[in-house]
């Protein structure tokens, strides 16, 4: 069992940024493929970033590619998303996720993670 908690969501404006960590207790974490995600109201949740178990490799939702980098540190056990030049659209909850795939396109599915955290809420305003 992996227990996932974020932290650092909250309110900016645009143009602002954010940076969300999650850390994970329980079952060793840098086993894991690690992944953000976000659920707007009235949407389906979306892949936002996912890093490897070793950190090598990253992937990115198109629109964050320029703008959000995922990174980890596993003697920390913790994964964080640095957002830049953050938009109204970016408004939404973020989760962080542990699963075992560590390259693309199965770590953007969200059916490949077996551990989710409860979410933090990040809202941009204009």
């Known amino acids: 069992q992996v227990h996932l908690v974020e932290s650092g969501g909250g309110l900016v404006q645009a143009g602002g940024s954010l940076r969300l960590s999650c850390t994970a207790s329980?079952?060793?974490?840098?086993?894991?493929?690690m992944g953000w995600f976000r659920q707007a109201p009235g949407k389906e949740r979306e892949f936002v970033a996912g890093i490897g178990w070793n950190g090598g490799n990253t992937y990115y939702l198109d629109s964050a590619k320029d703008r959000f980098s995922i990174s980890r540190d596993n003697a920390k056990n913790t994964v964080y998303l640095q957002m830049n030049s953050l938009k109204p659209e970016d408004t939404a909850v973020y989760y962080c996720?542990?699963?075992?795939?560590?390259?693309?396109?199965?770590?953007?599915?969200?059916?490949?993670?077996?551990?989710w955290g409860q979410g933090t809420q990040v809202s941009v305003s204009s």
């Open positions: 329980g079952r060793t974490f840098s086993g894991y493929a």
């Open positions: 996720a542990a699963g075992s795939s560590s390259f693309w396109p199965r770590i953007s599915w969200t059916g490949e993670y077996d551990y």
